[in-house]
């Protein structure tokens, strides 16, 4: 699976855009991009995942790159309750010897301050 | 929909002791499920692919014989961390898929806090 590189840490006022990037410059063409976020001592909730075309959903949009070696998922007014860690997951498409397992990366923990 | 329980949220054991973890897929049938661990401050890593009605795959590095994976039903998987030591002290938790040919994502559960004394 390609590997993602996201940075550590952002920080984002509350009410303004979050726009968490990641670098997956080794994607293959049948390799989805996943987007988790973790809030302490919780499991992963899942955000929103994508192959080639940017999506949106009632929590956040992704933004892919035509190349596919980078993408950025933006929580568009985000609240106090956005804090968490963010985990941008590639994962290989699911095939009779592939189950699709997710592998997690160590994530950006997004701080939003009031 | 796609809702994956995780029983119990967190338990206590004393050293040599055996625990038993259950994730239930609530309103989907998986035939696969996925089982982590999680130390503090750390990001989650992949123990095992539960498969129904086979034997579980095992990530490189981890004991088979020690986190023993039951699959038995397209609903229930249960992780028994046997013989438990301070050292398994961990976050534990499990994930499901409805469709995962679709690409559809995967939901996880809320975790099992394990602290073996």
């Known amino acids: 699976d390609a590997k993602t590189t996201q940075p550590t840490s952002m920080d984002c006022a509350e009410g303004r855009a979050a726009n968490l990037p990641c670098n997956h410059s080794?994607?293959?063409?049948?390799?989805?991009v996943y987007w988790y976020r973790q809030i302490h001592s919780q499991g992963p909730q899942y955000i929103i995942h994508?192959?080639?075309n940017n999506e949106t959903n009632e929590m956040a949009s992704l933004i892919i790159t035509e190349d596919r070696k980078s993408s950025t998922l933006i929580l568009p007014h985000a609240t106090l309750r956005d804090t968490a860690v963010y985990y941008c997951?590639?994962?290989?498409?699911?095939?009779?010897?592939?189950?699709?397992?997710?592998?997690f990366g160590q994530g950006t923990t997004l701080q939003v301050k009031p | 929909g796609a809702v994956v329980s995780q029983h119990p949220s967190w338990v206590i054991c004393k050293s040599g002791t055996s625990v038993k973890i259950e994730c239930r897929s609530l309103d989907f049938q998986a035939t696969t499920m996925f089982w982590y661990r999680q130390f503090p401050k750390q990001s989650l890593m992949l123990m095992a692919t539960s498969n129904e009605g086979s034997k579980a795959t095992y990530e490189q590095g981890v004991e088979k014989d020690k986190f023993l994976i039951n699959h038995a039903s397209l609903t229930l998987s249960t992780l028994t961390v046997t013989s438990a030591h301070p050292e398994d002290s961990s976050f534990y938790i499990c994930?499901?898929?409805?469709?995962?040919?679709?690409?559809?994502?995967?939901?996880f559960g809320s975790g099992t806090r394990l602290t073996v004394v």
């Open positions: 997951i590639v994962r290989v498409a699911f095939d009779s010897s592939n189950t699709g397992k997710l592998i």
């Open positions: 994508g192959l080639k």
């Open positions: 080794t994607i293959s063409g049948n390799e989805y």
């Open positions: 994930s499901a898929s409805l469709r995962p040919e679709r690409g559809h994502g995967y939901t």
